[in-house]
């Protein structure tokens, strides 16, 4: 279920399964159920070798359980820690958790799921090591507590010549994401992208520190290949030798690009055959993600923790208009429908479109 990849950069490990466990019933119409599910989580992590570690999501406490070094790993690294948000906030955080969640794998005869009890402020996730789902229930479980104080949504957010500009998106439609192509601009700043938080009025705040991205966001900005050979690794595959002959060409391209952003001179230090490798690995698989510090890519000037937004977007797949005035839950300032299919689906198509709107 979990187990280590063969290593590039500082870690990377392999989660048997890349997509989401199917939902569980509503635990609070079934509270027999809700308890035999709490009591078989606690069982499973008592007398094992576990992890219990809290997140700070935009001053609220959300407590991880798990037996999984992996899921551990990732939570601790895409979130804030309580001495990083008094040192950016200066703010307290109540000692008890908001938001619960369970999370162990290994368990026998119970299958992959996850449950969720609004009740009792608690999300239980069984037998997957895939952070993809864990991000997912701790977003999920953190909107219920949020309520009517904000709104939790999946989409991106920049400053562009100071100005906030945000954008929702379905999960799983595009990566890389316009964040990227808006970066392309010396007048841009990130803010955030893959989960929000928007308060009113209009500010959207980054609830994660880094980016879960697919490793493939190298065929499009393979000037980064060098920094991201820093980062942790989800799933990324052994390269089969027909892999790597048919690859090559592509690889030497991706290479040439990659030597001109290298002043650590990080790809230069590895045998020509090994980069060639790691470059081809990072494209091989469309489940292979990474944990990316956004200011390993753009810089710490150039990045900022919310945004006040004075124009939203919602990015959708299918055919239509390519832009067409919309209102844009939940921001309530002037938005627009983009329609993912009438531009050419790269990130600095889509950012120009935007632009153009504003």
């Known amino acids: 279920m979990e187990r280590p990849g063969v290593l590039i950069g500082l870690s990377n490990v392999l989660t048997g399964t890349a997509v989401r466990v199917p939902a569980g019933p509503d635990l609070d119409a079934q509270p027999s159920l809700r308890e035999r599910l709490r009591t078989l989580a606690r069982r499973a992590l008592e007398g094992r070798e576990s992890f219990i570690h809290d997140a700070i999501l935009h001053g609220r406490r959300a407590r991880l359980f798990t037996n999984s070094h992996h899921l551990a790993d990732f939570w601790r690294d ?16 109540p000692r008890e958790p908001d938001v619960t969640l369970f999370a162990p794998i290994g368990v026998e ?44 949504v999946h989409g991106g957010a920049v400053e562009l010549a100071g100005r906030g500009i945000a954008w929702t998106y379905p999960r ?62 989800e799933n990324v595959p052994e390269l089969a030798p027909a892999q790597a002959d048919s690859g090559a060409a592509r690889a030497e391209e991706l290479l040439a690009a990659a030597a001109q952003n290298d002043p650590q001179r990080i790809l230069k230090a590895l045998p020509e055959e090994r980069a060639r490798e790691a470059v081809l690995r990072l494209l091989a698989s469309p489940d292979a993600r990474m944990m990316l510090d956004p200011e390993l890519v753009w810089g710490k000037s150039r990045t900022v923790r919310s945004a006040v937004v004075s124009a939203a977007f919602a990015v959708r797949a299918g055919p239509g208009e390519a832009a067409r005035p919309e209102a844009v839950p939940p921001f309530p300032c002037p938005g627009h429908e983009i329609r993912i299919e009438a531009v050419a689906g790269h990130p600095r198509e889509i950012s120009r479109l935007i632009a153009r709107k504003l």
């Open 78 to 93: 895409n979130f804030p820690t309580e001495p990083e948000w008094r040192a950016a906030v200066g703010t307290p955080v």
């Open 172 to 233: 799983e439609l595009i990566h890389p994401t316009p964040s990227w192509g808006f970066l392309e601009r010396a007048d841009a700043k990130f803010a955030a992208d893959g989960w929000l938080l928007v308060e009113a009025p209009s500010r959207a705040h980054a609830l994660e520190k880094r980016l879960y991205v697919r490793t493939s966001v190298i065929a499009a900005y393979p000037e980064i290949a060098a920094r991201i050979l820093r980062c942790k690794f």
């Open 109 to 152: 005869g119970e299958p992959g799921a996850s449950y969720a009890s609004a009740e009792r402020n608690e999300a239980y996730l069984f037998n997957t090591s895939c952070y993809l789902d864990l991000r997912a229930c701790a977003m999920a479980a953190f909107a219920r507590r949020v309520g009517s104080a904000g709104a939790v």
